[in-house]
């Protein structure tokens, strides 16, 4: 019965985190305001990245309730059972290096955009797309 | 008609990518054979029985971050820099100096001695976050990004002149995110450097001692457990995101306002 629950609730985490991702990707290509298009973007790279954080978190530990990698006492011991529970470090770091970057692309779109409304008087792709040269 | 469309083949690829990852689950989620490399990470990140190979860091994220893939890190937060200066050089021409105060700006005076309140608290747990980056989960950029809540508070709830009038000005932000950069850079080459004075051999992002090379940063300090360059580099980190993101948000304010006032 636990075992069933845990299934359902990581399913229903995984078709949420595939909603999220739909939506994003509508919102990208069919809004027309470029500042829902940024917002769409955010929520498409931070969908992307809880799916890293959640392959690397599951799958290891079977019967074990996976633990965060943190070492909290140090000996021996405690660093052989460490090794077993606690989660792949590697996905978090990456995903950690990824939001760094993100945000960074996330503030010069915002830059672009303040740019863009500054010459064109418009955040409308469709206006903006309209007046060429 | 073209909308419906649209949101079909937005559900297509949805189905489809479902489809994929059932099928080839077991290619996307990683097999045991990789869990190898997270157990080799987890052994040595705090590991005083391993002393050519520990980076004397508990926390497993930071010591990767900061240490194995210190070099990821560097670069990542260098392009951090290069897209605060392209914002500066798109938003060029619109900044202006406010110097006029009136006293009269910003919230009613509950939200401000609210703010007041609230604001060194802020910047307490952000410096707490960052500076024990190598002890819990955490590091020097999610405290400053902490941190960096407490400008845009200030300019929400006073004004941008409120900050400008404290010294928090665009100048003074470029020159702190600057040293934090610098701080950064110096800390990855400082080990380095010592080799070459002591005559030992040592590598550029070294942080412990290696196989092939004896010199060390301490990793404690009067019994304090810092990590060797990590809390170093939280610290410049810490710096430099706060600086950056202040900036940033003071660019997009300031243009704004002369937006309204422009003619």
Do not use: C
């Not at chain 2, 008609?1 to 297509?12: A, E, K």
């Not at chain 2, 990518?17 to 990789?34: E, H, K, Q, V, W």
């Not at chain 2, 002149?161 to 470029?174: A, H, P, T, Y």
């Amino acid at each position: 019965m636990n075992e069933w629950i845990n299934t359902y609730l990581l399913t229903i985490f995984v078709i949420s985190i595939m909603f999220n991702i739909a939506i994003s990707i509508y919102g990208i290509f069919l809004r027309p305001n470029y500042i829902k298009k940024i917002i769409a973007l955010t929520i498409f790279s931070d969908s992307a990245n809880v799916f890293a954080i959640y392959i690397g978190y599951r799958r290891w530990v079977d019967n074990i309730n996976p633990r965060p990698p943190v070492l909290t006492t140090p000996s021996p011991e405690a660093l052989s059972y460490f090794t077993q529970v606690a989660v792949d470090p590697l996905p978090q770091a990456l995903v950690l290096t990824a939001i760094v970057i993100g945000l960074a692309v996330t503030l010069f779109l915002v830059f672009l955009g303040y740019q863009l409304y500054r010459n064109y008087k418009t955040l409308d792709m469709r206006e903006i797309r309209r007046l060429r040269g | 008609m073209r909308h419906v469309i649209n949101i079909l083949s937005i559900i297509i690829l949805l189905l489809g990518l479902s489809l994929l990852i059932t099928f080839s689950g077991r290619y996307i989620i990683p097999g045991a054979n990789i869990r190898d490399l997270a157990v080799f990470y987890l052994y040595t990140t705090f590991n005083p029985w391993l002393e050519k190979l520990t980076v004397n860091s508990p926390e497993a994220v930071t010591a990767i971050v900061w240490d194995y893939r210190g070099l990821d890190t560097l670069f990542e937060t260098a392009v951090f820099y290069l897209a605060l200066i392209a914002g500066l050089a798109l938003a060029r021409g619109s900044i202006f100096r406010a110097i006029i105060s009136h006293g009269g700006h910003g919230l009613s005076l509950i939200v401000k001695t609210v703010t007041k309140i609230t604001s060194p608290m802020i910047i307490t747990v952000g410096a707490a976050i960052a500076l024990h980056g190598h002890l819990t989960p955490g590091g020097g950029f999610q405290g400053g990004a902490t941190t960096a809540v407490v400008p845009m508070i200030l300019i929400v709830v006073f004004s941008i002149i409120f900050l400008l009038e404290r010294g928090v000005s665009k100048e003074n932000m470029l020159v702190l995110r600057s040293i934090g950069l610098i701080g950064i850079g110096i800390t990855a080459i400082a080990l380095y450097l010592f080799g070459i004075v002591v005559g030992s051999r040592a590598f550029v992002f070294q942080n412990m001692a290696k196989p092939l090379s004896n010199i060390a940063f301490p990793a404690h300090i009067r019994g304090i457990l810092i990590s060797g360059t990590l809390w170093f580099f939280n610290l410049f980190e810490f710096v430099a995101v706060a600086a950056g993101f202040t900036l940033a948000f003071m660019i997009l304010i300031m243009a704004e306002e002369r937006g309204e006032t422009n003619e």
